[in-house]
């Protein structure tokens, strides 16, 4: 079952008061592209965010902490370097960067070339630290790496992209046109070809003469031993006036070792014209291709440009989740557009049973300006690939607009299990304020999820415009579960690891789901300093604070050390959780974030008491019709009061001992007593 709009139009006063969703929620719902510019973009991650680069602009360097908002460092060269005129005499600039950590330090790989010729080279410059301004930043050119000539070569040296193998070899990726896409190992400290393989290996090549061997721009990287290669293909770089010429889309094909073969998603081989479509022109998205994919903190990324039809004509980029399936095959997932559990459904992949169907259409109220008109014959489906980084139970927040007077309903599946969701009226098509959404729950994995939507016809109908995913928290959030941050990373024993001045975000948690205000933080060790959970933002409002010291901890039979913190404040509706570090030499390791009582006396103060997320069956498999909900009654799917305790201290007692057995003669409020 799921949660619904009562005939007033309104949430009723369960939503509103015991939930806290419909009058509260986690940032701004309403999303807007950032129209960063950039052709053939590359990223990197490092410590403090993400770095960019791009063609034509003499390696300018961009740089951003969220990967959304990015500072403009100017050009990293005032020109060509000259050694490139010795292979393309007649260039005109630097084209196509690949950035890459190797060797200890940022190396930025880039091409030169003569626009239909084969005359081209790629060359490297390379600098310790990425950040201007930091110790180690400066850039040295280290010049040639390997080069093509015309008339002679058949394959082009353009379009670079550097992978590290599961062996710790370095490989380098290039080519466009003509043989297509070809493939040398490197040497780690020189940054050239190796010595010990001086081998060519042609990896991908279109075959067809309709194809006219249109492919360049590839990007390779490993995942969960797998090799994966992405490349564009078709014609390129039509913008302005043009644009519709473009047809630029991206393949893809997957290998066991980095030399190959890879194959599509059909078993045809890519070095004989495979390739399975990840990406190509829809709405005003013109030509999305030249891209590359990166490795995030706990995820794999894809960047590329397009062209925006409805806009300036011209090249911009979107930065998307790669998710991947249980049988490791690659989908692309959402645009970033600030939030990473949130869903415009215009982005998602649209399987059409009618011409007209899921018309990505126009409008204000809608967030990021567009939604999905004409969701209405059956066959007709909406594919979301998502990446979750905690598992459990969620709250899908559906926005919709139904301008009918009854009823429509969609099919949702959610990882192969469906329900259906039943969508009231709102009063009028295209117009989507907060309060227009319905909540339907689901259980969700780490890592890929896969969210299906489809229209079931019932005479009645709904547009629909984003969803985003609400965590239900009860009493503990898995710290490795986070979205994002910076001075963050995943141990080898998938464990968050913050540094001080760090953060990790944990986005859209549902704060009325808490079972308890007492907070204790989980960690390796006790380091000094604070850890704190603020509110929205790295310097939000303190919502609770740790101090890691031993006066708070207490020894747990894992071996880590619990840390009891001041208890929450401040909390009603969803919220993003910002776990911050401050005063903390080195790192600390954090396992778990608790809500829980010391001293396990807690009581409800309402019935239901016990989950807060209480169905009759699993939210994940039921299948219903919605009904307005003003009781958490069997079949509905509620949030429960939370449990709080009374007092803060135990009653008055002699002989006072904590759980390790250790005796008192009064109680120490740091300390769990019984």
């Given at each position: ?43 990197v991650r490092f410590e403090d965010g993400y770095a960019l680069m791009s063609t034509n602009n003499n390696l300018q360097l961009w740089t951003s902490e969220d990967a959304y908002t990015w500072r403009d460092h100017k050009s990293t060269v005032s020109g060509v370097p000259q050694w490139a005129y010795t292979y393309a005499p007649k260039t005109e600039g630097i084209w196509a960067p690949d950035i890459f950590y190797m060797n200890g330090e940022y190396r930025v ?74 493939l040398i190992k490197l040497d780690a400290k020189s940054g050239l070809q190796a010595n010990d393989d001086k081998t060519v290996y042609n990896i991908a090549r279109r075959t067809s003469k309709a194809s006219g061997g249109a492919e360049e721009g590839p990007s390779l990287i490993e995942h969960n031993g797998k090799y994966f290669l992405f490349a564009a293909w078709d014609k390129c770089c039509q913008q302005g006036a043009s644009i519709e010429q473009t047809t ?427």
């Open positions: 079952m799921v949660m619904g709009l009562g005939k007033s139009f309104g949430f009723v006063a369960l939503l509103g008061a015991s939930l806290g969703v419909a009058t509260s929620f986690a940032a701004d719902w309403y999303a807007k592209d950032n129209l960063q510019p950039g052709h053939d973009p590359s990223m790989y880039y091409c030169v070339s003569e626009f239909g010729k084969r005359n081209s080279a790629i060359g490297y410059q390379a600098t310790t630290s990425i950040m201007p301004g930091t110790t180690g930043y400066g850039w040295k050119d280290h010049g040639h790496v390997f080069h093509t000539k015309d008339g002679t070569d058949k394959y082009n040296a353009i379009d670079a992209d550097v992978v590290k193998d599961t062996e710790g070899n370095y490989w380098m990726a290039f080519g466009s046109f003509g043989l297509g896409i070809q630029y889309k991206t393949a893809y094909g997957r290998a066991d070792k980095v030399t190959g073969p890879y194959k599509d998603r059909a078993g045809y081989d890519m070095a004989s014209g495979g390739g399975t479509i990840l990406l190509e022109r829809y709405g005003r998205y013109v030509g999305p291709g030249g891209g590359e994919a990166f490795q995030d903190l706990n995820r794999v990324r894809f960047v590329h440009h397009y062209y925006d039809l409805n806009g300036d004509k011209y090249n911009h980029i979107h930065i998307r989740d790669v998710v991947f399936t249980e049988d490791n095959w690659a989908e692309m997932g959402q645009p970033f557009l600030g939030r990473y559990l949130s869903a415009e459904v215009e982005h998602g992949a649209l399987t059409r049973a009618v011409s007209g169907d899921l018309a990505i259409t126009r409008s204000n109220t809608a967030s990021n300006g567009e939604y999905l008109a004409y969701v209405n014959t059956e066959g007709s489906k909406i594919h979301l690939p998502m990446n979750i980084m905690q598992a459990g139970e969620y709250l899908l927040r559906y926005r919709y607009a139904n301008g009918g007077d009854a009823a429509a309903t969609h099919k949702v599946t959610v990882n192969g299990k469906s329900q259906t969701v039943t969508l009231p009226p709102t009063g009028s098509w295209g117009t989507f304020p907060e309060k227009s959404v319905v909540m339907v729950p689901a259980t969700l994995k780490r890592g890929g999820n896969f969210i299906d939507i489809e229209p079931s016809p019932n005479g009645n109908f709904a547009e629909l415009d984003r969803i985003d995913f609400l965590r239900v928290i009860r009493d503990t959030i898995p710290a490795n579960g986070f979205d994002n941050g910076i001075r963050v990373r995943l141990t080898e024993d998938d464990e968050l690891a913050i540094k001080n001045g760090g953060y990790a975000i944990f986005e859209n948690v549902v704060t009325d789901s808490i079972r308890s205000l007492e907070v204790s933080i989980e960690v390796e060790r006790l380091t000094g300093g604070k850890l704190s959970i603020r509110d929205g933002k790295r310097d939000g409002t303190v919502l609770s604070e740790c101090e890691l010291a031993a006066i708070n901890a207490n020894s747990l039979d894992n071996g880590w050390t619990q840390i009891f913190c001041s208890s929450l404040k401040g909390l009603s509706g969803v919220k993003d959780f910002y776990l911050t570090a401050s005063g903390v030499p080195g790192e600390v390791i954090v396992k778990n974030i608790v809500f829980a009582s010391r001293l396990g006396e807690i009581e409800c103060t309402e019935e239901p008491c016990g989950d807060p997320v209480s169905s009759s069956s699993d939210p994940s498999t039921s299948s219903g019709t919605a009904e307005p909900q003003s009781s958490s009654s069997s079949g509905t799917t509620t949030i429960a009061p939370r449990a709080v305790r009374h007092d803060s201290q135990a009653p008055v007692r002699k002989a006072y001992r904590d759980l390790k057995g250790r005796s008192f003669d009064k109680q120490i409020p740091y300390r769990v007593m019984f």
